[in-house]
């Protein structure tokens, strides 16, 4: 019956073509606002790093004080004290610090001019904890880290500006005015958003850095941050004491990451937190209790609003612009299905069940959805070219239109279709065959 169904449908569609054609163009229009929109959503929504996000976690410890902190959440970064006092501990499977920097790269060749690149000074386990995969070479060891030694992993497309894209693990390069031993070249990597330092970088969907350096090494050589600095609104600058005074000072300026792969070790590092906390309230550091927060990956994305507001704004537009096209849909629909009621009522005075009423017309919505999903498909490939019109351009190319989304939005319009040929069809099963057959009399 499914077949009948459908061929009773195409000749349908051959003799009201402009309705059809219509109901098609509109749902096609609606779904592939939908989808762009969608695809842009899900982008800048999507969990970086969903094998591990579970098990990787923001530390938080609040050292501003209740008059200080914003209502009561403390600091996204944290204090040099602390931050070193956390990596010191070893009460995570992994730990890192990291916070951003800019380093002057200086070329072998003296006809070629230095350039300033972005890059981050991080901990040893920074690699591992974020499965940072490598092109050539590893990370450095926890030795180079408690030796403040001069290496450097750099990305693969700094390999090739400098080495055209030869194994360059080995070799030095001078960054600032110090030479770096090359440790490790980094492989494809560029985590959308920068979900391990959206509080420092300024911006979770700018590039990853492209040279990391340890973060012992970048602190013995009083490198200054190029992210955040949070302070607590006193008015002090903290730049103008002197980087010891900086050290010492209260300003978060650092990220920290832990990995725990337990839900009981997530629940012990806690405990350790507040532990800490209280025990820096007891030595007179801190004049208030211990007020600490540890936030996994998705947590932490969701507590800094990484999600642009234009996504979730257009999201609304878009489905809000799909159930206009629904409702006007449902009027063409019902005047197709309406107009069909002499051959409703013949059907049903022949024995029909308004069963087989609702089966003919859903069908035959289906069948418009798939040709409205057709159509919906093309609108989309057009409409992902002209993201970038919308969107920033770091946003804008991490919308893609893959598989999953082209299936998407076929089922999208089918079933937006179908939903608003509900009421029609069953304004259509509740014709009277008597009175279809009298008036044809």
Known sequence: MPGYYFSLAVRSFRRSKALTALIVVLMGCGVATCMVTWAVFRATAADPIPWKSSKLFV????????????HGKPPDLLDYTDATALLHAHQARRQSLLYAIRLS??????????????GDAVSSD???????????????????????TSVVVISDALNQQLFGGANSVGREIALDTHSYRIVGVLGDWNPRPRFFDVSSSGYPFSNPGQIYIPFSRAVDLQKSTSGSIVCSGDGSNPASAGWDAFLRGECGWIAAWVELPTPTDAEHYRQYLSNYAAEQQRLGRLGWPANVRLRNVVQW???ERVVPKASKL???VS???????????????????????PEIGVRRALGASRRAIYQQFLIEAATIGVAGGALGLA???????????VFEPQIAELARLDGSL?????????AATVIAAFYPTWRAAQVQPAWQLKSNG
Not at 59 to 70: K, L, M, S, V
Not at 105 to 118: A, H, I, K, W
Not at 126 to 148: E, K, N
Not at 319 to 341: D, E, H, P
């Open 406 to 414: 082209m299936l998407v939005t076929l089922l999208v319009a089918i």
């Open 379 to 389: 609108l989309t490939c057009v409409g992902m070219k002209g993201v970038g019109l």
């Open 319 to 341: 489905f809000s612009f799909l159930l206009i096209c629904q409702v006007n849909a449902v009027g063409l629909l019902l005047a197709r299905f309406m107009s069909r009621a």
């Open 59 to 70: 530390p938080q410890i609040d050292n501003f004080g209740p008059a200080h902190n914003d």
């Open 126 to 148: 920074f690699f591992a904890m974020f499965d940072v995969p490598f092109r050539y070479g590893s990370g450095w060891s926890t030795v180079d880290d408690d030796q403040r």
């Open 314 to 316: 257009s999201l609304i």
């Open 105 to 118: 790269v200086v070329p072998d060749q003296q006809q070629r001019q230095p350039f300033s690149l972005p």
């Open 301 to 303: 994305l969701d507590l």
